[in-house]
């Protein structure tokens, strides 16, 4: 269970996240939405610590990671896995490399250990037989699904996801989405997906929660997504066309 | 002048953080063999070559100055091996490398800041200053200064070269000139700055590079920062060393 309580950030005096407070609760997957510079990748930056809070706690169970020193933080961390938005894949590395990366450095596991859970990992996102290829040889869908299997090489209790199908097709955009839902209900993680793609919301949102102009503008599942009132809310995800003559079709 | 300080403290506290127990000593070991063939072996070739070029340079310019019968010709040895082991194989040569490897350290951890493997790593618990900069500044700390020795070697086999082809003095002359009042003193000098000048290369390159932001054209911006700001250090303390060691 992740909790934020009263978060504010601001950036040059600018306001980014102005008085967010919500709860993440395992084994299911939660969804942070709301348009671009909402303020949806400095929240979840905040929460797993690449940003300092400006004011407001992040509890992680029942530690209160926000004010945790630098140390533990790091050991914490070991615990958290995140794909972030463009696969941040380390060029220098093949993908066995890459998803062998944090068992090398934080396990004493031999070589044959971390192999085989590499080919784990990478078996359980669907990557068979590109273990010696570097990140720039593959696709965006497969840059993604390597990121996921590196952030769950640990067994993590936690995962964030910035934008996972951002720049991919429709097909290979559900295969990650429910790739994620899967792996959060396997191992029971605490799964936190930025995203502002309404596919993945109504896929796999088990908790929306909507960013607008960095407050949480609204809270609810997906279920109750497209009866919500609010007019900001609506104006996002009715945006396009198509949205606006589906919502006339489901209310006749 | 108050960014000039903000730079300075940042620069500080990036080095407190490079500067910290690797998370894992065997991983820090390979990374530093891999920094060693990368900044180091790699540049053998053009350090050599520019040396034994300007070697062969410096030994024809003095032959050709020195148009007075009561200086003697093994003079040109002399000056040859003065102006390489002073000046030209530590401060010349570390202002090339500044352009090689300050570039290549400053783009390539400043691409990976603005494709936020830095960081990947940081959110795996990875202290990525240390991971990615401590083994770049002991790499060419220790081994930059054994390329000061091979340009100086060189340098001199260099004009040797000259001396034999164009016949300006005989090479007994120049030899003569090689050894005369040799103050072994001055290598160690050299190699000293050399040191000094390596680790300024590394550390103010991945310093640019470690806060790089936006897109690549701020990672080109952030690399000729680098050389600049390498080229402009080497200066300074080229000046303190030689004012503190002669």
Same mark, same amino acid.
């Given at each position: 269970?992740?909790?934020? %309580?009263?978060?504010?950030?601001? $950036?040059?005096?600018?306001?980014?996240?102005?008085?967010?407070?919500?709860?993440?609760?395992?084994?299911?997957?939660?969804?942070? =939405?709301?348009?671009?510079?909402?303020?949806?990748?400095?929240?979840?930056?905040?929460?797993?610590?690449?940003?300092?809070?400006?004011?407001?706690?992040?509890?992680?169970?029942?530690?209160?990671?926000?004010?945790?020193?630098? %140390?533990?933080?790091?050991?914490?961390?070991?615990?958290?896995?995140?794909?972030?938005?463009?696969?941040?894949? $380390?060029?220098?590395?093949?993908?066995?490399?890459?998803?062998?990366?944090?068992?090398?450095?934080?396990?004493?596991?031999?070589?044959?250990? %971390?192999?085989?859970?590499?080919?784990?990992?990478?078996?359980?996102?669907?990557?068979?037989?590109?273990?010696?290829?570097?990140?720039?040889?593959?696709?965006?869908?497969?840059?993604? @699904?390597?990121?996921?299997? @590196?952030?769950?090489?640990?067994? +993590?209790?936690?995962?964030?996801?910035?934008?996972?199908?951002?720049?991919?097709? +429709?097909?290979?955009?559900?295969?990650?989405?429910?790739?994620?839902?899967? =792996?959060?209900?396997?191992?029971?993680?605490?799964?936190?997906?930025?995203?502002?793609?309404?596919?993945?919301?109504?896929?796999?949102?088990?908790?929306?929660?909507?960013?607008?102009?960095?407050?949480?503008?609204?809270?609810?599942?997906?279920?109750?997504?497209?009866?919500?009132?609010?007019?900001?809310?609506?104006?996002?995800?009715?945006?396009?066309?198509?949205?606006?003559?589906? %919502?006339?079709?489901?209310?006749? | 002048?108050?960014?000039?300080?903000?730079?300075?403290?940042?620069?500080?506290?990036?080095?407190?953080?490079?500067?910290?127990?690797?998370?894992?000593?065997?991983?820090?070991?390979?990374?530093?063999?891999?920094?060693?063939?990368?900044?180091?072996?790699?540049?053998?070739?053009?350090?050599?070559?520019?040396?034994?070029?300007?070697?062969?340079?410096?030994?024809?310019?003095?032959?050709?100055?020195?148009?007075? +019968?009561?200086?003697?010709?093994?003079?040109?040895?002399?000056?040859?091996?003065?102006?390489?082991?002073?000046?030209?194989?530590?401060?010349?040569?570390?202002?090339?490398?500044?352009?090689?490897?300050?570039?290549?350290?400053?783009?390539?951890?400043?691409?990976?800041?603005?494709?936020?493997? =830095?960081?990947?790593?940081?959110?795996?618990?990875?202290?990525?200053?240390?991971?990615?900069?401590?083994?770049?500044? =002991?790499?060419?700390?220790? $081994?930059?200064?054994?390329?000061?020795?091979?340009?100086?070697?060189?340098?001199?086999?260099?004009?040797?070269?000259?001396?034999?082809?164009?016949?300006?003095?005989?090479?007994?002359?120049?030899?003569?000139?090689?050894?005369?009042?040799?103050?072994?003193?001055?290598?160690?000098?050299?190699?000293?700055?050399?040191?000094?000048?390596?680790?300024?290369?590394?550390?103010?390159?991945?310093?640019?590079?470690?806060?790089?932001?936006?897109?690549?054209?701020?990672?080109? @911006?952030?690399?000729?920062?680098?050389?600049?700001?390498?080229?402009?250090?080497?200066?300074?303390?080229?000046?303190?060393?030689?004012?503190?060691?002669?």
């Amino acid at each position: 269970m992740i909790k934020a %309580k009263n978060i504010y950030k601001s $950036f040059n005096e600018k306001t980014v996240l102005d008085d967010i407070s919500a709860s993440f609760e395992p084994g299911k997957t939660n969804l942070i =939405i709301g348009a671009s510079g909402s303020g949806k990748t400095v929240l979840l930056k905040t929460l797993v610590g690449l940003h300092d809070a400006d004011a407001g706690e992040i509890w992680y169970n029942d530690v209160l990671f926000s004010r945790l020193p630098f %140390k533990e933080k790091k050991v914490m961390r070991q615990n958290i896995g995140m794909l972030f938005q463009g696969g941040a894949l $380390f060029d220098f590395a093949t993908v066995e490399e890459n998803v062998m990366f944090p068992l090398t450095m934080f396990t004493n596991k031999s070589y044959e250990e %971390k192999r085989e859970r590499v080919n784990f990992c990478l078996k359980r996102v669907d990557i068979i037989g590109a273990e010696k290829h570097y990140p720039s040889e593959l696709s965006g869908g497969m840059q993604k @699904r390597v990121g996921i299997a @590196r952030a769950i090489a640990l067994n +993590p209790s936690y995962l964030f996801c910035d934008e996972p199908n951002s720049g991919l097709d +429709p097909n290979t955009a559900i295969l990650i989405d429910n790739l994620i839902r899967e =792996i959060t209900q396997e191992y029971n993680i605490t799964t936190i997906v930025n995203t502002h793609d309404m596919n993945s919301v109504m896929e796999i949102g088990d908790k929306v929660i909507y960013i607008y102009q960095g407050k949480k503008w609204w809270e609810g599942s997906s279920a109750d997504i497209l009866q919500a009132n609010s007019l900001e809310l609506n104006n996002f995800i009715f945006a396009s066309n198509m949205t606006k003559m589906l %919502k006339k079709l489901s209310a006749k | 002048m108050h960014s000039f300080f903000e730079l300075f403290g940042r620069y500080f506290l990036l080095m407190r953080k490079v500067f910290t127990r690797p998370d894992r000593i065997s991983v820090f070991w390979r990374q530093l063999i891999l920094e060693t063939e990368k900044l180091g072996l790699s540049s053998i070739a053009i350090v050599a070559i520019i040396s034994v070029f300007i070697g062969g340079v410096i030994a024809l310019q003095s032959s050709f100055n020195i148009v007075s +019968p009561l200086i003697p010709k093994m003079y040109v040895g002399y000056m040859t091996r003065e102006t390489m082991v002073l000046e030209f194989s530590s401060t010349m040569i570390a202002l090339i490398l500044a352009g090689k490897i300050g570039s290549n350290i400053a783009s390539e951890i400043g691409s990976m800041r603005i494709t936020e493997q =830095i960081d990947a790593m940081e959110m795996m618990g990875v202290n990525s200053a240390n991971y990615l900069i401590l083994p770049k500044i =002991i790499a060419a700390t220790v $081994f930059n200064p054994l390329l000061m020795l091979l340009s100086f070697i060189v340098g001199l086999a260099g004009g040797w070269l000259i001396v034999a082809a164009t016949g300006v003095i005989t090479i007994s002359q120049y030899v003569d000139g090689l050894q005369m009042e040799f103050n072994n003193f001055y290598i160690t000098y050299s190699m000293i700055k050399m040191a000094v000048f390596s680790f300024i290369i590394t550390s103010v390159s991945a310093f640019f590079g470690y806060y790089a932001f936006g897109g690549s054209l701020h990672v080109g @911006r952030s690399s000729t920062r680098a050389i600049v700001s390498c080229c402009v250090a080497i200066l300074i303390f080229n000046l303190i060393l030689t004012q503190l060691l002669l």
